[in-house]
């Protein structure tokens, strides 16, 4: 975290320091251009960061790199405590038998699935990369690698994915059930890949290519 956050309840002079009333505009134009560091401290708050070479510049006006904002903090955040929480009460996993010798395995008695159905220029592979126990119940992430091999530019990609029983990140749901794309990413070039990550206490979920368009 930098000494000089991008944010003005952290930069505003501390009511311990000074009891009168800070206004809006006044504060910004007052404290916002201190060089010194902030006055109050922002427990737990997640700035932007460095950037894709590690550089980070701690200056307050560096919004990017120095804000703490509640779209980087909110979901981050919640995926953790999602994740310590472990099963909790929210039934979002549905009930599976997971039959696991003693002692438990580190990885499932599945070897990584390799998917390419009807042959299609696009090949799915998936393996567990961690497991852990809670609740009684072994839960595994894996790892779900998308690559390319047409050729071509794959736009409007869809997958079906059936027999998952937990939470998957990074590809964009539809209303009809499939999964294309992250909101980030419109398309696949050729021999480029994607990963998207999923958890739940079950074998590897079916992964299979739906449809797609060539550009």
Known sequence: MGLVLHHRGSSIVSVKV??????????????????????????????????????????????????????????????????????????????VEVHVAKPIAAQPKPNPVKETPFAAPVVIEQKPTTSW????????????????????????????????????????????GSYGFPTWVSSLPADKSMEFVYIHAASPAQVSLSSYTLA
Do not use: M
């Open 18 to 95: 000074d009891l009168s009333f800070v206004s809006c505009r006044g504060g910004y134009a007052t404290w916002f251009n201190r060089k010194a560091s902030d006055p109050n401290l922002l427990t737990g708050a997640i700035v932007g960061g460095p950037d894709a070479y590690d550089n980070f510049a701690d200056h307050r006006d560096n919004y990017e790199q120095t804000e703490p904002p509640t779209y980087n903090n909110a979901p981050l955040l919640g995926i953790l405590a999602r994740l310590h929480g472990g099963h909790g009460g929210y039934n979002q996993l549905l009930p």
């Open 133 to 176: 126990v809670a609740n009684g119940k072994t839960y595994y992430r894996y790892s779900a690698i998308v690559t390319n091999k047409s050729g071509k530019t794959i736009k409007n990609l869809n997958l079906s994915v059936s027999k998952l029983y937990g939470l998957l990140w990074v590809l964009t749901k539809s209303p009809s």
